[in-house]
T-cell receptor
Framework: DAMVIQNPRYQVTQFGKPVTLSCSQT?????MYWYQQKSSQAPKLLFH???????NEADTPDNFQSRRPNTSFCFLDIRSPGLGDAAMYLC??????????????FGPGTRLTVL | GQNIDQPTEMTATEGAIVQINCTYQ??????LFWYQQHAGEAPTFLSY??LDGLEEKGRFSSFLSRSKGYSYLLLKELQMKDSASYLC??????????WGAGTKLIIKP
């Protein structure tokens, strides 16, 4: 089945220790997104890619970086995690139409704990 | 600013019907999505409305009124597995997806 995969599902890191979350997709979608979601809050878009074109949200901290080496894979790097970065990190994909992006499909998420 | 409003929490009884409302104020409109999110899991797509009216899909229906900036999600014949958060999201004129905080639906036997 075509899907969006995130690894790991649960990640524990120490305060200030860099961590990388990964996302892969078999949907062949050209748009990929990274969201941060805290409990009972709306998902917050961190950045997204149209193919290799990187789009950073204005309020995404510099502590968060992303890489997309090819269509299938996308990585979220947190350079120096703080306690406030503990959250669920969601990867999503969509196709882009002439009118704009289509429905977003989400991976299962990675729950990050910062000790 | 851009804003999506949904009730924080609702409670309903198994087998009953519940309507979850969503009002929005966005810069432009290019469609409204409803997603279901179980606790600790990712959102899953439920419905998409871009024209006024009702879209029915099994036990779930979604309604849109663009002139009123209003949508609702109607869930019929509620089952315990429908206990989840339901998120409303609107695509604005820049095709950015603006998310509501979600409505937590609690189903009681």
């Amino acid at each position: 089945d075509a899907m969006v995969i995130q690894n790991p599902r649960y990640q524990v890191t120490q305060f200030g220790k860099p961590v990388t979350l990964s996302c892969s997709q078999t949907l062949n979608h050209n748009v990929m997104y990274w969201y941060q979601q805290k409990s009972s809050q709306a998902p917050k878009l961190l950045f997204h890619y149209y193919d290799k074109d990187f789009n950073n949200e204005a309020d995404t901290p510099d502590n968060f970086q992303s890489r997309r080496p090819n269509t299938s894979f996308c990585f979220l790097d947190i350079r120096s995690p703080g306690l406030g970065d503990a959250a669920m990190y969601l990867c999503a994909t969509s196709t882009s139409r002439a009118q704009g992006p289509d429905t977003q499909y989400f991976g299962p998420g990675t729950r990050l704990t910062v000790l | 600013g851009q804003n999506i409003d949904q009730p924080t929490e609702m409670t309903a009884t198994e087998g009953a019907i519940v309507q979850i409302n969503c009002t929005y104020q966005t810069s432009g409109f290019n469609g409204l999505f409803w997603y279901q999110q179980h606790a600790g899991e990712a959102p899953t797509f439920l419905s998409y409305n871009v024209l006024d009216g009702l879209e029915e899909k099994g036990r779930f229906s979604s309604f849109l009124s663009r002139s009123k900036g209003y949508s609702y999600l109607l869930l019929k014949e509620l089952q315990m597995k429908d206990s989840a958060s339901y998120l409303c999201a609107v695509t604005d004129s820049n095709y950015q997806l603006i998310w509501g905080a979600g409505t937590k639906l609690i189903i009681k036997p």
